[in-house]
């Protein structure tokens, strides 16, 4: 298991790559093109501090073996990201990634839908996140940006929230969007005073992530989608680089 190898300057923002639609067009055809271990190598190269997975019950991306290689192969912390079954905490245990991301997960949904519902769940994962914070897993939970459940989530033990941008990502620009972006500019405050690390992610785009990225309470953003499908048009490369220049910037550096 690795672990961050930055040293998290107070004004740093972190960029986690998901490379899961690089699984997803590799197993478009079957086969081992494009290889997502390959993605996350470049990643690593153009400016990521970390590299983001989702391994589904239904492996319709990422597969066991490539968490497997991620581990081996990528010299960057690993974000686990799994719904709180048992089967996927075997796996965790088994891999020891130095975070994983609880998210919620439906097999009909084509990506994860909302957050988890960690106050209507709080049995069922109170032991779970026990477990893997005492395997020294990082764990983290992927909420909608509210309050209640961020209070929750700390109740649980877990270290880290993951605020789902979702909302804000998909809403029309103007009123409807700024009341998201305020959801998410509470939360992070809240997560501050509350003493939980703040993530981010989902949806996140070249035009969407300033915002997000200029709230300083905020650690670390997750982001692959967009980023995977910018590649098709300028390089994996160039499509993180400029990411990681917009969050820069957004932080108060001169983006270079
Ligand atoms: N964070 C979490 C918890 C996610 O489930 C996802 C999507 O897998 C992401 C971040 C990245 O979202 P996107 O691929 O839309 O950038």
Do not use: W
Request: charged share 25%.
């Amino acid at each position: 298991m690795k672990t961050p190898n930055v040293t998290n300057a107070e004004n740093y923002l972190r960029l986690g790559v998901n490379i899961d639609h690089v699984a997803t067009i590799r197993n478009a055809r079957g086969g081992d093109c494009p290889d997502p271990v390959r993605a996350a190598k470049i990643a690593a190269d153009f400016g990521a501090d970390g590299i983001t997975a989702h391994l589904r019950e239904d492996r319709r991306h990422i597969t066991d073996s490539d968490i497997l290689r991620l581990g081996e192969e990528i010299n960057l912390p690993l974000n686990l990201e799994m719904a709180a079954t048992d089967e996927m905490l075997k796996i965790a245990l088994r891999h020891k990634p130095h975070a994983a991301c609880i998210v919620p997960e439906k097999r009909e949904e084509r990506t994860t839908e909302g957050g988890l519902d960690v106050i209507g769940q709080i049995k069922h994962l109170e032991p779970f996140v026990k477990t893997l914070v005492d395997a020294g897993i990082r764990v983290s939970l992927f909420i909608e940006p509210d309050p209640l459940v961020l209070d929750a989530a700390k109740s649980l033990g877990a270290p880290v929230v993951e605020l789902h941008t979702g909302s804000y990502c998909d809403a029309p620009s103007g009123e409807h969007q700024n009341k998201e972006l305020q959801r998410i500019i509470n939360a992070a405050a809240h997560a501050d005073e509350i003493g939980l690390e703040c993530h981010a992610g989902h949806g996140l785009t070249f035009t969407s992530v300033t915002p997000i990225a200029e709230i300083k309470t905020i650690a670390e953003l997750n982001i692959g989608h967009f980023l995977v499908g910018e590649a098709i048009f300028v390089g994996l490369g160039n499509s993180i680089t400029e990411m990681r220049r917009l969050m820069n910037v957004a932080r108060g550096e001169d983006g270079k």
